[in-house]
């Protein structure tokens, strides 16, 4: 089982001018998701909240002389998380480069070294996060000068989760398939303990696997923002939902083990974030969260991590 641990700063300080800098790529959890039925694109009609949490890798962007884009790792010792990192053209750090080039009409090469720590498969957005970190941190190497909507139109063509990071807000409302977002002021600090099982999910096959015929009641995304608005993690507890969490489950019976289990380990109600597999119970503070994070310590999961949101 692994913990998280912070990546180390390894690299060196920002200086300039800046041939190499190193920007953090956050992980975010789901505290909301419902889905509003099927589109004519094939994607859903979403309508999420989205918390940019204290979890993140690292990028480190280094300027080339030449014109080749490189992706790596800064540590290969991890399987966990590097047996799942595609070093091939289904990267989406390669994707967000090369489509910053093609919108620019550019050749210029960077260097991009990640200090993975975001478990893959998670619902935590960990590639997601990474291709909208490239995207800001090339406009800056590169000296581009794009405006945030060029980079949100940029991302929106990449993937739907990639425009909350662009955004670099704490919290938001995202709807659309994902792509619009619209940041929420939240009061106060909140507090999750998350734990992935064993293996992780296919973001494209839990969609698939949910069935529109057994959706009777929407669920209403308003005391959810309340919630966050006025710092409550009592009223989040109360309000939090994901529609996706059953068919996640029927997909991959390990969530709903572990769910039990936190729940019988923590007498707590437990969530699952975004399309899984990760699933989190809520703490009151950072050592209601510890306390927590220790009872769940013998859970036979992949990872198992505190996260929290200010
Ligand atoms: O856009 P992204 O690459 O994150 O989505 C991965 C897959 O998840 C999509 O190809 C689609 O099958 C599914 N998806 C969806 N509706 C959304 C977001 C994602 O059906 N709003």
């Known amino acids: 089982m692994n913990t998280h641990r912070r990546p180390p700063d390894t690299f060196a300080p920002v200086s300039k001018p800046e041939p190499a800098f190193q920007l953090r790529s956050p992980a975010k959890i789901n505290v909301f998701l419902e889905v509003h039925g099927k589109r004519d694109d094939g994607f859903h009609e979403l309508e999420t909240v989205m918390l940019r949490t204290n979890l993140y890798d690292v990028l480190r962007f280094e300027a080339t002389t030449c014109d080749a884009l490189r992706v790596r790792l800064a540590d290969y010792s991890l399987p966990a998380l590097t047996a799942t990192f595609p070093l091939d053209d289904s990267n989406l750090i390669l994707r967000a480069a090369r489509a910053l080039r093609e919108r620019t009409q550019t050749r210029h090469g960077a260097v991009i070294t990640v200090n993975k720590q975001i478990p893959a498969e998670a619902g935590l957005a960990g590639g997601s996060s990474n291709a909208a970190t490239t995207l800001l941190g090339l406009n800056r190497l590169w000296g581009l000068n794009l405006t945030k909507q060029t ?93 996706l969490t059953q068919a996640a489950q029927q997909l991959n019976p390990e969530i709903a083990e572990l769910m039990h289990k936190m729940k019988q380990m923590t007498d707590r109600a437990v969530f699952m974030s975004g399309s899984g597999s990760t699933c989190y119970i809520m703490a009151r503070n950072q050592r209601e969260a510890g306390r927590l994070k220790a009872r769940l310590q013998h859970l036979n999961c992949r990872w198992l991590g505190a996260l929290n949101v200010r």
């Open 151 to 243: 980079l949100h139109e940029t991302a929106a063509s990449l993937g739907s989760d990639i425009n909350f990071f662009v955004e670099e807000c704490q919290s938001a409302l995202c709807t659309g398939r994902g792509e619009q977002v619209a940041p929420i002021q939240t009061s106060g600090c909140f507090h999750f303990v998350a734990a992935q099982p064993g293996s992780g999910n296919s973001t494209p096959e839990v969609f698939r696997q949910l069935e529109f015929a057994d959706v009777t009641d929407r669920r209403r995304i308003q005391s959810t923002i309340q919630a966050l608005q006025r710092g409550s993690t009592a009223h989040l507890q109360v309000a939090s939902f994901n529609r």
